[in-house]
């Protein structure tokens, strides 16, 4: 191990590449942003993107610091992005105190990002035990045992418990309490392409409110500055 114990220091102001993938223009795009959102996360998938599906999910604590870590899409639809934790976790009490948060896609081999904001809510139990089975058992096990974000001694002791944990458990494991899926019910996406010479192109989708200060699935597109 190297003993230098001077601080690590640099500047990268050279790290940078132009986007020439593609542009997008407001003829391209659907009226409907979940549409839109589809088309773009299919083209990822096409591309052999790894790891299409990870989004970045940033929450805010009780003082107002935000925290932000990579998690799964694991379903879409118009009411909104689905993504499962451990509701002890950080971002489960950051949620429970705060029901926003954004996510973020971003797909550097098209050049291209999502950004979208909304509220959030927990999904019920069935639909979590729903999507519990459809995990390996390995992945039911730590979700089980884990008490994620908590201090732990050691990676043997999380490895131990998640072996307690298969010799005690039938062949089916139920989804336990502590664990499940958040809808996050989006009010606002933006759409960001890459383009030379930093112009890229961004459009935001935002949701009306009508005079009552309701939301609605009515949606007004607007193209920002790069």
Known sequence: MDDDNTPPSGNFHHERR????????????????????????????????KDPTAMSLATV???GQPHSRIVLLKS????????YTHYNSDKGHELAQQPKAALLFYWPELERQ???????????????QAYFQTRPRDSQLVALVSEQSQPLP???????????ADSEQGLEIDCPEHWGGYNLRPQRFEFWQGRENR???????????????????AWSLTRLSP
């Open 18 to 49: 132009d986007y020439q993938r593609g542009s997008l223009e407001r003829g391209q795009l659907h009226l409907d942003p979940f549409q839109q959102f589809d088309e773009w996360l299919q083209a990822a998938i096409g591309e052999g993107v």
């Open 61 to 63: 604590d009780a003082e």
């Open 76 to 83: 879409m639809d118009t009411k909104g992005f689905v993504f």
């Open 114 to 128: 999502i950004r979208i904001e909304g509220v959030v809510e927990k999904t019920d139990a069935a639909t979590n």
């Open 154 to 164: 050691g990676r043997r002791t999380l490895e131990q418990n998640v072996q307690i």
């Open 199 to 217: 112009l890229h192109d961004r459009f935001r989708y935002e949701c009306t409110q009508d005079q009552g200060g309701h939301f609605n699935q």
